[in-house]
């Protein structure tokens, strides 16, 4: 049985940073992209950020470009999410997600396997 657990979100003053981490278990994905994508209550879940299983290829929303990094650890079958410089309009719940199937990277229906998602909170 896959599962995917994230953690690390919180709450955190404009311009702090936070880590989240995703552990998957149940199977290994090193050979597939794993992202992440951030949703708003009543809002369509947006794409954030995601990463080749080999980690050598990573693409980004615009809006968090230079400010989040995404990274893998295939000897722990986890992907992190480092975010800097947040701002109030990153407040959403944060999701991992493997992508198995062909399809865009920006898109939530090439995405299988999803987390419960963390809540990450940013007061101005």
């Known amino acids: 049985q896959v599962q995917l657990v994230e953690s690390g979100g919180g709450l955190v003053q404009a311009g702090g940073s936070l880590r989240l981490s995703c552990a998957a278990s149940g199977r290994t994905f090193n050979a597939y992209f794993m992202g992440w994508f951030r949703q708003d209550p009543g809002k369509e879940r947006d794409f954030v950020a995601t990463i080749s299983g080999s980690g050598g290829n990573t693409y980004y929303a615009d809006s968090v470009k230079g400010r989040f990094t995404i990274s893998r650890d295939n000897a722990k079958n986890t992907v992190y999410l480092q975010m800097n410089s947040l701002k109030p309009e990153d407040t959403a719940v944060y999701y991992c997600?493997?992508?198995?199937?062909?399809?865009?990277?920006?898109?939530?229906?090439?995405?299988?396997?999803w987390g419960q998602g963390t809540q990450v909170t940013v007061s101005s």
């Open positions: 997600a493997v992508k198995l199937r062909s399809g865009s990277y920006y898109s939530t229906r090439a995405y299988d396997y």
